[in-house]
């Protein structure tokens, strides 16, 4: 059970801050597929994630020293997420990140019921059984570069994350 | 734990105890909607790949999940069917891996705090010597809780690629787990089974396993009573209760035979061969998954509520819904429905139980009790017998049958009026099998399998039978009763059958006094 980090949208406040500063002001339901498919992509939400697990890793570390993330813990989550932390600053900055979450611990949540997100006591909508969409086949393997006969195609089985070394032979000419 | 742990056990539990298997089910049941879970477009099977598709199934930017009010229904009249308790709360997660036919690279579930907990699935078989005795156990349902389904990947392993179609993708599924209080393959077989007809009879899934309605996956490990549990292997690729029992018994022989040599089980997933019965470690597992579970941001959490009156004022009855109006509406269920038929028709516990599990036959069997003047019990015989002997030998179903219920409510009739003996009756039917376009009327005509009723002839017959017997007279006549059946027989032998067996005896009784 990892812990559920009060306060998200505090959170995402944070993300914004320490995350790459050309994520300032954007919201998930802005990000075109085109940053979608850019290899800097690092969405808030995943930012959030990846503090949520550290947290789940790290809750019995004193708060008082810094956090050292393991090797083995990046690793793990670079190959989980599919984020790529790239360098020592990489690390740093996550690093940073998790010690300025950590004041969240500072406050006294006793007898306070978690919470998952600020609209949570909203009305759930239910939806009536009617096919009211579907049928547009044509457009969306049109977003595809690669299909057959109305099949998307894809490579078999997950290719596997290539090492950190041959990442970084990969990468050595990329702009960050 | 060595010696001491050997030593421990022996005097807790005697000597030492043979290794029994320990069977947990998950059963995945795909909601019967006409939408998805999650958007409005159409479930449907073997559709144009791809044409079953939103843009939220597609995983397209800018989408949102939109939950069905039917595929909430559907779980809680499942849980109320299985005793569980209905979380009045229920949250949905985000489950995240990567795979081409999961677009979204999450699957949208209910991991935390799923819609119904704790109930109980009572199963039976037909056990005992003679498989005639039903058997009632019972097995713990952990919890069931809404989730989507993945779409399906065709692998092309010719051009190195995987296809894929997303029309199953985002369809509801009910996700039912079990504790592991199974110990082999006949009672996985038969709790499925039960599951199956319970989810038919409620309508909330087909429960096809061949049409991928229902996939149940075998969590198999073996161990001492009274040890921990063994390491435990995944089994998939199971497409009938015949080959989850299969499957099953395999992989526990498997692992008794891995342990008994020395080995040690190995934590993994396989996959059933239906062709060979064995099951085969699958390879592209990356080891332990971590899916990184979330609460889903999109989805305030789910609210049902016990009764009208507890649910919030002036929201339209469309946005609620209630407890109270899903258990009016729980239709007969399987064990109630075996209950029904016994007291009804006064048929034996066994009968009841084939009747309502195989498909068709209990609304077979109805059809001719209407029809006929026979009783129930009489006809109860025929059906398991005769009906039932000869669709297995044809591997047919009782929707193949060639004699309808009322085919077989005539010659019950003919039976019943006199106008055939019982054992013509069977080769009237073992005839109208073959040539069903004919009625029983006319077979009995063309073949002349009438009642012998002249009495002067069938006194002539024993009088032959007798006279050309001395012998056996003889034995009947210093007290072996026994041999008059043989007598009768030769009798019957000589009016083929005709002759009405009551009238015989009694002729010989006389006769041979």
Redesign the interface.
């Known amino acids: 059970?990892?812990v559920?980090v009060n306060y998200?949208r505090r959170l995402q406040t944070l993300a914004f801050n320490l995350g790459p500063s050309r994520y300032q002001g954007v919201t998930r339901?802005s990000?075109?597929?085109q940053d979608?498919k850019s290899k800097q992509n690092l969405s808030c939400?995943r930012w959030t994630?990846l503090i949520?697990?550290v947290h789940q890793y790290s809750t019995r570390i004193s708060n008082s020293k810094p956090c050292q993330v393991p090797v083995d813990l990046v690793d793990?989550l670079e190959r989980?997420?599919?984020v790529d932390f790239r360098n020592q600053e990489g690390l740093a900055c996550l690093e940073k990140a998790i010690r300025f979450a950590d004041q969240l611990h500072v406050v006294d949540t006793d007898g306070v019921d978690p919470m998952?997100?600020v609209?949570?006591?909203?009305?759930?909508?239910?939806?009536?059984?009617?096919?009211?969409?579907?049928?547009?086949?044509e457009e969306?393997?049109q977003?595809s570069k690669n299909t057959?006969?109305?099949?998307?195609?894809?490579?078999?089985?997950?290719i596997?994350l290539p090492k950190r070394e041959e990442r970084a032979a990969m990468f050595k000419h990329a702009e960050f | 734990t060595g010696r001491t742990g050997d030593r421990t056990r022996n005097w807790l539990w005697g000597a030492p105890q043979e290794l029994v298997g320990v069977v947990g089910l998950e059963i995945h049941a795909q909601i019967h909607s006409n939408t998805k879970l999650f958007s409005g477009s159409r479930v449907g099977f073997q559709a144009p790949p791809n044409s079953l598709v939103s843009f939220f199934d597609a995983s397209l930017p800018g989408t949102l999940p939109v939950l069905n009010r039917r595929c909430v229904e559907a779980a809680v009249m499942t849980g109320l069917a299985l005793n569980c308790t209905i979380n009045r709360k229920s949250l949905f997660d985000r489950k995240h891996y990567f795979y081409a036919d999961l677009p979204a690279g999450y699957q949208i579930t209910q991991q935390r705090l799923p819609i119904a907990v704790d109930g109980t699935l009572t199963y039976s078989h037909l056990g005992g010597r003679k498989r005639n005795e039903v058997v009632t156990k019972s097995v713990r349902i952990k919890q069931i809780q809404l989730e989507q389904d993945s779409g399906k990947s065709l692998h092309n392993d010719y051009r190195n690629q995987t296809l894929i179609d997303l029309n199953r993708a985002g369809v509801g599924l009910m996700e039912l787990v079990m504790e592991p209080d199974m110990s082999c393959g006949e009672e996985a077989a038969a709790a499925v089974r039960e599951m199956q007809l319970i989810l038919q009879a409620l309508g909330t899934c087909q429960g096809n396993m061949a049409e991928g309605q229902l996939r149940v996956d075998a969590n198999v490990s073996i161990h001492r009573p009274g040890d921990h549990w063994g390491i435990r292997t995944e089994v998939k690729n199971i497409n009938s209760a015949r080959n989850l029992a299969r499957a099953i018994d395999y992989e526990i022989q498997r692992q008794m035979f891995v342990l008994e040599s020395g080995g040690t089980v190995q934590n993994e997933t396989r996959s059933f061969d239906g062709k060979t019965g064995h099951t085969i470690p699958m390879r592209d597992k990356e080891g332990l998954q971590d899916y990184r579970f979330m609460p889903e941001p999109n989805l305030p959490p789910l609210m049902v509520y016990e009764a009208c009156s507890t649910a919030p004022p002036g929201v339209a009855p469309s946005q609620v819904v209630v407890l109270e109006e899903v258990r009016e509406r729980l239709p007969e269920l399987p064990s109630v429905r075996r209950q029904r038929l016994v007291e009804t028709y006064g048929i034996l516990p066994e009968h009841s139980f084939t009747l309502v599990n195989e498909d068709g036959l209990m609304d077979y069997f109805e059809a001719v009790v209407r029809e006929t003047k026979a009783g129930p019990r009489k006809v109860i015989g025929w059906v398991m017998n005769e009906l039932q002997g000869l669709l297995h030998q044809q591997n047919l179903s009782v929707s193949q049958s060639p004699i309808s219920p009322q085919a077989l409510a005539q010659i019950l009739n003919l039976q019943e009026n006199g106008q055939i003996s019982s054992s013509i009756a069977k080769q009237v039917f073992q005839e109208l099998w073959k040539t069903p376009g004919k009625t029983a009327q006319q077979i009995v005509k063309e073949q002349d399998l009438g009642m012998v009723n002249d009495s002067t002839e069938i006194y002539r017959i024993c009088q032959k039978v007798v006279d050309s017997h001395p012998d056996q007279v003889q034995a009947i006549r210093s007290g072996n009763k026994k041999v008059l059946n043989k007598l009768m027989g030769l009798v019957q032998k000589e009016t083929k059958g005709r002759a009405d067996p009551v009238l015989v005896r009694a002729i010989l009784e006389q006769k041979t006094s």
């Open positions: 059970m990892y559920v998200t339901a990000i075109t597929s979608r939400f994630h949520t697990l793990k989980l997420a599919l998952d997100s609209l949570e006591e909203r009305a759930l909508y239910l939806r009536e059984d009617a096919v009211a969409e579907g049928d547009c086949a969306l393997l977003l057959v006969e109305e099949y998307f195609v894809a490579p078999p089985g997950n596997p």
